[in-house]
């Protein structure tokens, strides 16, 4: 699975551009503030239908224009697949996957798997829980085809009892959602375990090449203690404080992975740039997984490669991800070293003022 071609209409500083792709290796060059990152995030849109630089969708439309425009065509399987996307500042948006409209942006998901690592991608393990769930959930979603469908329906139960929590006076109120809350919450923690389980070998093998004077441990959280008591216990025994803060506290919506180092969380024990090799890893390994068990190529966007990394982590980190057999699209501010990095066999576009040329 690879992106051929884009076209891109007043999306940030890149006013147009026609783009067609290597299916292995692209290398985008350009100063810092040119738009390399622009492009990343564009063709990250085009798989997700949104920003990882900002929440609000107007802020990328081109500030002289009312909307943004993208069309690209993945090869799956030697079978191209168009995708279009226009969003425009009034909030509107049009998608059309294979030549039909589409309601839902999640639709787009399916159809191009991508993995996002940015210099800020080391908050997967040292912020909240929602980003390592995030991280799960995705893997998750490819591999288990039932884990969508449970997942949106949790998070609608979830919706209506936390508003349930602010007007009713006893727990029974509340039944009538937590009886289909728990069945569907253990359900969706064994979806979860399950492909956690599958997973942690391939990141034990890839953490070991990128940290082997570190022994660290990965345990999948649920989001409450079953060797305790059950999830319909905790929700029983926690109604007054669920109540006084208007919202469950246990549940899948807390579930995490924890990795550690001795004991104590990795965010504690390694440095800004082993956490970003450990967050390497972990894409690697799902991105591997993701061939190998469901046969379909992870797309990685790599935003500000050599970022906190040493050469010599450099030169292990290009031989893991152009080994992975995935399309790559990896963002460098001057490619000096890239032919010992990643080789002759690629494309690169230059990125200036917004304008991109290949070379």
Known sequence: MSLEKLIINQFRNISSANLTFNSKINLITGANGSGKTSLLEAIYFLGLGRSFRTRLSNRVINYEHKEFTLYGEINNQNVNIPIGLQKSKSGES???INGQQSKKLANLTQYFPLQLITPESY???SGSPKNRRAFLDWGVFYHDPLFYHNWARIKRLLKQRNAALKQCRTYNELQVWDNELCLLSDEISAQRQSYF???IPLINSTIADFLPDFSITSKFFCGWDKNNKSLQDY????FNRDKQLGYT???PQKADIRFKINGLPVADVLSRGQLKLFVYALRLAQGLFLSSANNKQCVFLIDDFSSELDPAKQQI???HITNSD?????SVIEKNNCDTLFGSERTVFHVEHGKITVE
């Not at 929700?235 to 926690?238: A, F, Q, R």
């Not at 995935?326 to 990896?330: D, N, V, Y």
């Open 326 to 330: 995935a399309q790559l699209f990896i």
């Open 94 to 96: 049009i998608l059309k």
């Open 249 to 251: 506290t246990a549940g």
């Open 197 to 199: 389980d599958l997973l």
């Open 235 to 238: 929700l029983t025994d926690n």
């Open 317 to 319: 980190l290009a031989k």
């Open 123 to 125: 908050t997967l393990l």
